[in-house]
T-cell receptor, first 113, second 112 residues
Framework: DQQVKQNSPSLSVQEGRISILNCDYTNSMFDYFLWYKKYPAEGPTFLISISSIKDKNEDGRFTVFLNKSAKHLSLHIVPSQPGDSAVYFCAASVNFGNEKLTFGTGTRLTIIP | EAGVAQSPRYKIIEKRQSVAFWCNPISGHATLYWYQQILGQGPKLLIQFQNNGVVDDSQLPKDRFSAERLKGVDSTLKIQPAKLEDSAVYLC??????????FGAGTRLSVL
């Protein structure tokens, strides 16, 4: 039972354009969402998060949008840079502070120079 | 600040053998996690420690997997005996009060 789904295994975007990565979830108890970025041979690194009381959170070039009614969140990267090429994982937890994360399967983002 | 340290980076064993992985979390982080990441999937939580106590081990296959965190600092994860389906990357992570999990580079296990 995949509670967090990333339906696009890969995405290619031109440098300078917007990258949009999508994530869907099924568990309505999830109320805290995170995005992690992973380079080859490294562990995932935290990128940005959002709690269910918000519908948008922004940090520099990265913005996460949450649509609770659709159980959908997205990560926008503007403008995309070659260093953004990585695998991006969406993760969710029940009750901020519970700490148990459920991860999606990841989307491989390739930025084309 | 040093990150989460894991060793070894790679391990190749034959099925039915045993293997152990080691993790040293970020200094001061009370919570430590072990994840299993099978190729093409996201990380799956195996066990969570708070200091040296187990918080959640509901997804740990206890017939073959064991983990300990003596003295509430570093931790070991053991598999005995290993099966082919245990081939994966084993990730260790730690967190403090901000609840952000910081991951190590992982140990890639191949079971032949």
């Amino acid at each position: 039972d995949q509670q967090v789904k990333q339906n696009s295994p890969s995405l290619s975007v031109q440098e300078g354009r917007i990258s949009i990565l999508n994530c869907d979830y099924t568990n309505s108890m999830f109320d805290y969402f995170l995005w992690y970025k992973k380079y080859p041979a490294e562990g995932p690194t935290f990128l940005i998060s959002i709690s269910s009381i918000k519908d948008k959170n922004e940090d520099g070039r990265f913005t996460v949008f949450l649509n609770k009614s659709a159980k959908h969140l997205s990560l926008h990267i503007v403008p995309s840079q070659p260093g953004d090429s990585a695998v991006y994982f969406c993760a969710a937890s029940v009750n901020f502070g519970n700490e148990k994360l459920t991860f999606g399967t990841g989307t491989r983002l390739t930025i084309i120079p | 600040e040093a990150g989460v340290a894991q060793s070894p980076r790679y391990k190749i064993i034959e099925k039915r053998q045993s293997v152990a992985f080691w993790c040293n979390p970020i200094s001061g982080h009370a919570t430590l996690y072990w994840y299993q990441q099978i190729l093409g999937q996201g990380p799956k939580l195996l066990i969570q420690f708070q200091n040296n106590g187990v918080v959640d081990d509901s997804q740990l296959p206890k017939d073959r997997f064991s983990a300990e965190r003596l003295k509430g600092v570093d931790s070991t994860l053991k598999i005995q005996p290993a099966k082919l389906e245990d081939s994966a990357v084993y990730l260790c992570a730690s967190s403090s009060r901000d609840n952000i999990q910081y991951f190590g580079a992982g140990t890639r296990l191949s079971v032949l």
